[in-house]
């Protein structure tokens, strides 16, 4: 909760970026401001303080960075509790507040605040025909995407999300505020790409545009999954992920799962059609000329993204066809025995690409964390990301033990086959521990902060329960 009202903190700055800069997200930022700040007033008349008031003048000098006193918000909020954050919330969502973006066309960057997610923050930049590296789904939060390292529509094209951030602002667990950028702490620049909660509370993204193209091209193709046809094709996706998915701009996830169906999941920022994977008919082809937009809403009302009660793992490994098939094989024999019990139990396996595609942003950007891993490793990667979903609760210890069941024998299946990948090479996570032995130099947010990943070897007295949740939370699983 205290880093809700911090994050939250973040609303006055935001409301003052929209008024006061020359270009914004809405076609009146004025009038929409003044609209939200009349709004929050009402539903939180105690927490909202207008110009002039004495709470108000009081936070506007409370800045570390000169330029923040400047800036003059319409209004500011201070949230107490979540609930107060929620309803903050949803009256700026409801009256299409340009909270926390700022679009600045002409240095080719957004400002984006954490608070954000990515359905609003490419809603906002469309009209400038602008868009940038970021979440493939609508509700995907920008703080934890961009912490994470973050797979993007555009990644082929313009590495992780985090190589086209150029600025950090964040505050450090000592209270400090400060800009993370090549000039000014490069190291923890650096950090960041890959920083999870590990080293203090970002506070603002300024990130890279690129034009909005006219038209993509994508979709799913599903074809019938057979123990003849389905390794072939999925020897095919390796070689096209090697060879091909650069070349073509094109991200493809491959996904098995506990329908008899394999589906590849085509995205590419080129509006041609890509190849077919299979000599098979596919049982299902949406694959069509389209915008981003829609092709990120296609992917929201999938199956994914349902409010259900879910519990996810993620695994690095080399691009190896036959380790695909056995993983899922493994996991289909396990799931459909525990199907006959648990009924609404839903489950997928979804393998993404990570190839040499995505080094090329990171050269102009500083390098990150990952760099080197992807560098040595010249055949490319795949993230293995196994989800399961349920409703029941009193099923949740039953779900997690067979998630994490599965996710040790996979782990220990790669090992033995050599295809085993780290995201972060032994020597960057050496200077990933160093750099937060500068900026957190207590500890702090390994001991204090819940969720995340943390960084090995900084988890303090946490005990076994807790080093449990760490490594079933939703995050890379492997340092
Ligand atoms: C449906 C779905 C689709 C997804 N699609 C993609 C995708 O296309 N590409 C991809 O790369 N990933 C994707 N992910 C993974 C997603 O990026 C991570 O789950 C990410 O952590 C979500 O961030 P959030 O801000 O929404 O979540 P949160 O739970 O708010 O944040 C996750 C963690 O990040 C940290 N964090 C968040 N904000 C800040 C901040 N401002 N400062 C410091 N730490 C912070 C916190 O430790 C927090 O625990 C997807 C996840 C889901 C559930």
């Known amino acids: 909760m205290k880093m809700l009202s911090l994050l939250f903190s973040l609303l006055a700055i935001a409301l003052a970026e929209a008024s006061q800069t020359p270009l914004s997200v809405t076609t009146d930022p004025i009038d929409s401001v003044q609209l939200c700040c009349t709004a929050l007033s009402e539903a939180l008349p105690s927490l909202v303080h207008l110009p002039g008031s004495a709470e108000y003048e009081h936070q506007q000098h409370t800045y570390f960075i000169l330029q923040h006193t400047e800036i003059q918000p319409s209004c500011r909020v201070s949230p107490a509790t979540s609930s107060d954050v929620s309803l903050i919330m949803t009256t700026l969502t409801k009256n299409s507040c340009p909270f926390a973006i700022t679009v600045e066309e002409e240095k080719g960057l957004v400002r984006l605040g954490p608070g954000n997610n990515w359905g609003s923050v490419y809603a906002a930049m469309e009209p400038y025909n602008l868009t940038t590296v970021g979440g493939r789904m609508p509700e995907v939060g920008v703080g934890g995407f961009f912490l994470g390292g ?6 082929f094209q313009h590495g992780f999300g985090s190589d086209n951030i150029f600025n950090y602002e964040l505050v450090l667990s000592n209270g400090t505020i400060l800009n993370a950028n090549a000039s000014s702490h490069p190291d923890l620049f650096w950090a960041l790409k890959l920083g999870s909660s590990n080293f203090g509370i970002v506070t603002r993204f300024d990130v890279r545009t690129y034009p909005l193209k006219p038209h993509v091209w994508g979709g799913i193709r599903a074809y019938p999954l057979t123990t003849s046809g389905t390794p072939t094709l999925i020897s095919n996706w ?11 701009e094109e991200l493809q996830a491959l996904i ?17 059609p890509g190849p077919p ?4 008919l596919p049982v299902v082809d ?11 809403d296609d992917l929201q009302s999938s199956d994914f993204a349902d409010k259900r009660r879910n519990r996810w793992f993620t695994l690095t490994v080399k691009l190896d066809a036959p380790f695909i098939w056995d993983m899922f094989e493994h996991a289909k024999g396990m799931f459909d025995e525990l199907e006959l019990e648990f ?8 393998f993404q690409p990570v190839t040499q595609g995505f080094v090329s942003a990171s050269e102009e950007t500083g390098g990150n964390p990952f760099r080197s891993v992807l560098m040595d490793s010249e055949d490319g990667l795949a993230i293995a990301l196994f989800l399961i979903s349920w409703t029941d609760s009193t099923h949740d210890s039953a779900m997690n033990y067979a998630s994490r069941t599965l996710c040790a024998w996979s782990e220990s299946l790669a090992r033995q086959r050599d295809v085993y990948g780290r995201s972060v090479s032994k020597g960057d996570l050496e200077r990933l521990r160093e750099v937060k ?10 001991r204090l902060w819940r969720g995340g990943f943390k960084i090995p070897g900084d988890e303090g007295e946490l005990d076994e329960g807790e080093r449990k949740v760490h490594y079933e939370s939703p995050a890379r699983s492997e340092l």
């Open 437 to 446: 032995g500068v900026y957190d130099k207590e500890g702090i947010l390994g």
């Open 256 to 272: 098995l799962g506990r329908e008899e169906i394999v589906t590849i999941w085509h995205a590419s920022l080129s509006d041609v």
């Open 238 to 248: 390796v070689t096209f992920a090697r060879s091909e998915a650069a070349k073509r």
């Open 286 to 296: 949406r694959t069509r000329k389209t915008t981003l937009a829609d092709l990120v």
């Open 277 to 280: 994977l299979s000599t098979s």
């Open 150 to 155: 973050g797979i993007s529509l555009l990644s």
């Open 343 to 350: 009924e609404e139990m839903r489950w997928n396996l979804l």
